[in-house]
Nanobody, 120 residues
Framework: QVQLVESGGGLVQAGGSLRLSCAAS????????MGWFRQAPGKEREFVGR????????YYADSVKGRFTISRDNAKNQVYLQMNNLKPEDTAVYYC?????????????WGQGTQVTVSS
């Protein structure tokens, strides 16, 4: 079955950096667009960004543009979220998700999430 497993979350001071990883298995990685989402306490889940297979064409939410970078290692079936200049408002559970490149646009597979906490 499809599994997405995030790692790399933690506690960091404002202005710091973290790199999240998402390991995908059980799917043909090259056929999937990989996305990152986040959900802060009491708030709705928010789109962070996504990356396609080739060309990768990463796309970001305005709230993270210029600070976050998404990349993927297609040989390892992994996708990454490099987060720089973190702000307290970036505190959330971060989720990796996958949607088929030729599908409806809905993300059908989700990881369990990893907590990112940014202290001021």
């Amino acid at each position: 079955q499809v599994q997405l497993v995030e790692s790399g979350g933690g506690l960091v001071q404002a202005g710091g950096s973290l790199r999240l990883s998402c390991a995908a298995s059980g799917l043909t990685f090259s056929s999937y667009v990989m996305g990152w989402f986040r959900q802060a306490p009491g708030k709705e889940r928010e789109f962070v960004g996504r990356i396609s297979w080739s060309p990768s064409n990463p796309y970001y939410a305005d709230s993270v543009k210029g600070r976050f970078t998404i990349s993927r290692d297609n040989a390892k079936n992994q996708v990454y979220l490099q987060m720089n200049n973190l702000k307290p408002e970036d505190t959330a559970v971060y989720y990796c998700a996958a949607r088929h490149a030729l599908g409806s646009g809905q993300y059908g597979y989700w990881g369990q999430g990893t907590q990112v906490t940014v202290s001021s």
